[in-house]
């Protein structure tokens, strides 16, 4: 919107740059028998890194899964662990100055890092998984229901649904199998947050699953070994 007086004009505008997206790999042993790798993409919560999320995601995935953990674009300064270290850093995925162009940073990553592994035959692209803690989690269920053919399974751990899950019609039924993970004792997610989730997410989801556990706003061993059941179950589930 222009704000003008006698002698001015301002406007505000806008222009696209190219954008940096990091994120660790790790691919698995090749196959004798020449078929390509799961896919399992798994991004950190607020504050977070990529080499976080990958030492959960390692802990997650299969041995057979390729596994993939993106860094969230916006940078933060975080507190100093001791008065004579350095300044430490975090990263997100959203902000609250135009969050529809962080959503859109985060879509276009999910698509151009499939694309690349997928291009020289790294992955399969029917085998595709998406996992997210926290913040990442609404983000992920916008691209999930949005990209609707992209994704063998979502898988969301102590995370809420997009602020406009009701009312949004851009929002579609999804293909993909949906696992939501959250902690009785989460002060961010708490169960009267999270206890209809289950049938908010079937109204767009054929196959729901969610789990409650004693637990906070983590990543606990036995959500870890049941996300990695529940990942092993699909893709035996998609190959009958």
């Not at 896919?39 to 995601?57: C, E, N, P, T, V």
């Amino acid at each position: 919107m222009a704000e003008h007086d006698d002698t001015n004009l301002i406007l505000e505008c806008a222009f696209k740059v190219e954008q940096y997206v990091h994120y660790d790999l790790r691919l698995p042993k090749p196959r004798g028998d020449g078929e390509s790798a799961p896919l399992l993409i798994a991004l950190h919560g607020y504050g977070g890194s990529k080499s976080q999320m990958m030492r959960d995601a390692l802990e997650i995935a299969p041995e057979n899964f390729a596994v993939v953990s993106l860094q969230g674009v916006h940078q933060h300064l975080k507190e100093r662990r001791a008065p004579e270290e350095p300044l430490r850093y975090g990263f997100g995925w959203l902000t609250n100055f135009r969050p529809e162009e962080s959503t859109e940073l985060h879509h276009r990553a999910l698509l151009d890092v499939v694309e690349i592994l997928a291009e020289d035959g790294s992955i399969d692209r029917a085998h595709v998984f998406l996992l997210g803690f926290s913040q990442s989690v609404a983000l992920n269920y916008r691209f999930a229901f949005t990209y609707t053919k992209i994704l063998r399974g979502v898988v969301g751990i102590c995370g809420g649904l997009p602020g406009d899950w009701d009312k949004s019609l851009r929002y579609k039924e999804t293909r993909a199998a949906v696992l939501h993970l959250s902690g009785a004792r989460d002060e961010f997610y708490p169960p009267a947050r999270t206890n209809d989730y289950k049938n908010r997410l079937s109204t767009r989801a054929a196959s729901v699953e969610v789990r409650d556990y004693d637990a906070g706003h983590e990543i606990t061993d036995r959500m870890r070994e049941d996300v990695r059941a529940w990942l092993q179950h699909q893709c035996g589930a998609s190959s009958d």
